[in-house]
Every structure is written in C-alpha cells, then in structure tokens.
C-alpha cells in the first residue's frame, strides 16, 4: 500500500513537468503558505499533484487545459498565472492558450475572456515567448458561408437535435440562434490550433462553474460523440474537485451518469 509519504514524493515528477521545481527536482514551496498554514500547502502538493494529476485517463495537457478553463471561468486571475506558466511548462503553445480564451467567449463572457488573454500575455512577455497567432478569420466571407460552416460543426458537435432551445416563432429567438450558428459556431469552434475535442474539454470544464445543468449533459453528450470515454469524463470530474469544490464536481459527475445511462 502507498504511504502518504510515498504519495506526496510522487508529486515531485508532476510539479517538475508543470515547471514548479528547482533545478534538483524538488517543488518550489510557498512560502507565506507554509509560514501559516504548512499542512494546507502539504495536503495541496500530496492530494493534488500527488494524487489527481498523478491518475491516469486524461493527459497532462488535457488537465491543463481543463484547469485553466476553470480558472478562467472563477476569474481567479491569481492562480491562472501560475497556471498559464505550467501549460506552456507542458508542451502547449501560447497560440493554443490564446485559443482555450477565444474559446470560452460565449460560454463564460467577453469581458472574462479578456481579461484572462491580457493574464496570459503578461505570461507570455515574463517568459519572453513570441506568439504568432492564428489569423483566418475572412472579412471577405459571406454570412451565408459562415452560417453554413456554423451549422455543419453544430451538428459535429452536438448532433442533429441541437438548437431546440430556440423559438421558432420567436423573431428574436431566429436571430439568436443565426448569431450563434455564424460566431461561436462557424467563427470560433471551426479555427485551427485546437482540436474540437480539447475545445470541447475547455468548454466542458468552464460550463461545471457557469453552466446550467442542461448545459452541461449537453456537452457531456458532445463529448461522448467527439471520442472521449465515459471514465475520461468521470476522470475529468475528479480533477476538478480541488478547483470548484467537491459538491459541484459531483454534481458534474451526477449529471455525466445520467446522460450515460440515456445512451
């Protein structure tokens, strides 16, 4: 059986691989943590690095993505820093964080989102990494091109029932659901960078803070059709039980188990 010795130890290769170590390995502490509360900050590197990102399912990078989209979504501006340090220390590009952020736009708000891009520059700038964003976005497309983009990648996503929560009747509901179809559809989840489903993951992980419950089976679904497993999903849940509580994660992971059971 593993000690918890032995546990909080096996935090040092995950600290080290999201570039919170020294030169000999051994995790850069907290110093006014550790001042005040030192078993707060051992139970954080044991049962945290130690434990969850030490468990198998999901990569590194997709943890990262998904714990950054959390703090995205929480606005904890202070922990995204040393986050957004940690996904570059595990292999993702600054041009990919840049997409996690447009990404979320319309799941968590514009002004969120950009916030956390100016967050992630002054990461950039602090490491001196150069970004060569990616620019496709055509001024020169027609809406109608958009539009029809937005809902071929719609239905990739969220298969062929998506868009009843619109009023057909409804003037403003047509509207609503065409600016969705054109922006967040044809505009944003169809961009180079990331893949649909680490977009998916992105979106998963901020909706467990934002969303409505409907939100998040509906993306659970989504998921599910773009490849991850059911135990990725429940894994995913787990992780996020140090970011948003253990009452919110399982309520995640109790909706997860109903959208299962409906397959």
Request: charged share 25%; proline share 3%; glycine share 8%.
């Amino acid at each position: 059986m593993t000690t918890l010795e032995e546990r909080f130890l096996s935090s040092y290769p995950i600290l080290a691989g999201l570039g919170r170590a020294d030169a000999d390995g051994k995790p850069l502490g907290n110093p006014r943590m550790e001042a005040i509360a030192p078993d707060q900050w051992r139970i954080i590197c044991e049962a945290c690095f130690g434990y969850l990102w030490n468990r198998p399912g999901l990569t590194m990078e997709q943890r990262s993505l998904a714990t950054m989209s959390t703090l995205v979504a929480l606005r904890r501006d202070d922990n995204l820093h040393g986050h957004l340090l940690s996904g570059l220390d595990v292999g993702l590009s600054a041009e990919q964080i840049v997409e996690m952020m447009l990404q979320l736009i319309y799941y968590v708000g514009a002004p969120m989102a950009n916030t956390a891009l100016l967050r992630a520059n002054d990461v950039f700038i602090e490491r001196g990494v150069k970004v060569n964003p990616y620019k496709v976005y055509d001024t020169q497309e027609s809406p109608e091109d958009l539009y029809r983009r937005g809902l071929t990648k719609r239905t990739e996503v969220l298969g062929d029932g998506a868009g009843r929560s619109f009023d057909k009747d409804e003037a403003v509901d047509q509207d609503w659901e065409r600016h969705l179809l054109e922006y967040l559809w044809g505009s944003i989840w169809t961009r180079p960078g990331l893949s649909t489903q680490d977009r998916c993951i992105c979106t998963l992980s901020a909706l467990m803070v934002v969303g409505t419950d409907s939100a998040i089976r509906t993306y659970i679904g989504a998921a599910l059709r773009l490849g991850l497993t059911q135990d990725q999903i429940r894994e995913l849940c787990f992780q996020q039980t140090f970011y948003i509580g253990t009452q919110n994660a399982r309520h995640a992971k109790m909706l997860a188990e109903e959208v299962f059971l409906a397959q």
